[in-house]
């Protein structure tokens, strides 16, 4: 089984700070990783497929790149409405999540 | 608009097999590349991936729950029923459904997700 690191596990930023998470796979998975937004008490969203495609009305500040095994997702200004906890999850044989980063205002 | 909404109890008690139901809009489960799925949170931990059903009927299970698990469709239905045998308080969990899309050879992933449904096991 392909497993994941995402790191850090919490971060806490400034508004306007740049912010940065990133997944780490033990094999390969060349671009097969979707980065997912969740809110307290709401259900996940899907920001980013294929690691660095933008999915339909997600803000531009967000963005994803990488491949093979390293993979970064970025929020170029922090926002007061990007709180939220981010996952990354792969897919080879089966999707796998990563544990999540919990994302805190300063 | 794509909506989906799962359903099913609140409170089980060890032992017992839960029965969780989809219901879902705005899109077909015989259209190719498209499946639909079962994600759980327990209480402040993360995602865990259960299980998928795809247009034509093909199923994937998580290895390490593969014994409990049963995932069928009713396209007349618009539904998808996720049956867990056994259940322990450890499967206290939010179970979300998801809508699942194999774009391309390098492109997966879960677009629509419902708003999730709070399962306890206690007795």
């Known amino acids: 089984d392909i497993q994941m690191t995402q790191s850090p596990s919490s971060l806490s930023a400034s508004v306007g700070d740049r912010v940065t998470i990133t997944c780490q796979a033990n094999?390969?998975?060349?671009?097969?990783l979707n980065w997912y937004q969740q809110k307290p008490g709401k259900a996940p969203r899907l920001l980013i497929s294929?690691?660095?495609i933008l999915e339909t009305g997600v803000p531009s500040r967000f963005s994803g790149s990488g491949s093979g095994t390293d993979f970064t997702f970025s929020i170029s200004s922090l926002q007061p409405e990007d709180i939220a906890t981010y996952y990354c999850?792969?897919?080879?044989?089966?999707?796998?999540f990563g544990q999540g980063t919990r994302l805190e205002i300063k | 608009q794509i909506t989906l909404n799962e359903s099913g109890p609140t409170l089980v008690k060890p032992t017992q097999t839960v029965t969780l139901t989809c219901t879902f809009s705005?899109?077909?489960?015989?259209?190719?590349?498209?499946?639909v799925g079962w994600i759980r949170q327990p209480p402040g931990k993360a995602l865990e991936w259960l299980t998928l059903?795809?247009?034509?009927?093909?199923?994937r299970y998580s290895p390490s729950l593969e014994s409990r698990l049963a995932i069928t469709k009713d396209t007349s239905k618009n539904q998808v029923v996720l049956t867990m045998s056994n259940m322990d308080p450890v499967d206290t969990a939010t179970y979300y459904c998801?809508?699942?899309?194999?774009?391309?050879?390098?492109?997966?992933?879960?677009?629509?997700w419902g708003q999730g449904s709070l399962v306890t096991v206690s007795s």
């Open positions: 094999q390969d998975i060349s671009k097969s």
């Open positions: 998801t809508r699942y899309r194999i774009v391309s050879s390098s492109t997966e992933k879960f677009d629509h």
């Open positions: 294929g690691a660095s």
């Open positions: 705005g899109f077909s489960l015989n259209t190719h590349g498209v499946g």
């Open positions: 999850q792969l897919y080879d044989n089966f999707p796998t």
């Open positions: 059903i795809f247009w034509d009927d093909h199923k």
